[in-house]
């Protein structure tokens, strides 16, 4: 198991559903997500273009209220993907796999209109997932004689 995270970003583009071997369908989320915000002219953060693969019942929710713009919280495991593009070049591809837990936190259309940005007009669609991290109170845990330092 990888590194399972709860991942916020824009949605890069409009989600993009199509139907797969057994008569599946599989909607794939593009997610941009930043470090942080530049304060200064002279910072720079690198953008991470992150793949969701949203899967049936999930990607139901997804194909009707997402679309490009949109501020998504997301959670599940992180990869890193290795291929040669089409030209012979190395390239790495970041991807949250078994994603359970999605959410539209604010929408591009509201934050055009002035509304606010609460996520009132959000929702979420979120599954039960057997491989998932448990779930860990870590303020009922002592854990003075772990500190390495």
Do not use: C, H
């Not at 969701?52 to 139901?60: I, L, S």
């Not at 990869?79 to 999605?102: C, F, K, M, S, V």
């Amino acid at each position: 198991m990888g590194l399972y995270v709860y991942l916020t970003g824009y949605l890069a583009r409009d989600p993009e559903s199509r139907a797969v071997a057994g008569g599946k369908e599989v909607t794939r989320l593009s997610v941009a997500a930043s470090p942080g915000v530049a304060k200064e002219k002279e910072e720079n953060y690198e953008t991470v273009f992150v793949q969701v693969d949203v899967w049936a019942p999930g990607n139901t929710y997804i194909q009707k209220y997402a679309q490009k713009g949109d501020l998504v919280g997301v959670q599940g495991e992180l990869a890193l993907r290795n291929y040669n593009d089409r030209d012979g070049n190395p390239r790495t591809q970041t991807e949250l796999l078994r994603p359970n837990n999605i959410q539209i936190l604010s929408r591009k259309s509201d934050r055009a209109a002035g509304a606010s940005q609460r996520g009132d007009g959000g929702g979420g669609y979120s599954r039960s997932n057997a491989n998932a991290a448990p779930a860990n109170n870590f303020a009922d845990d002592d854990l003075s004689d772990e500190i390495p330092f």
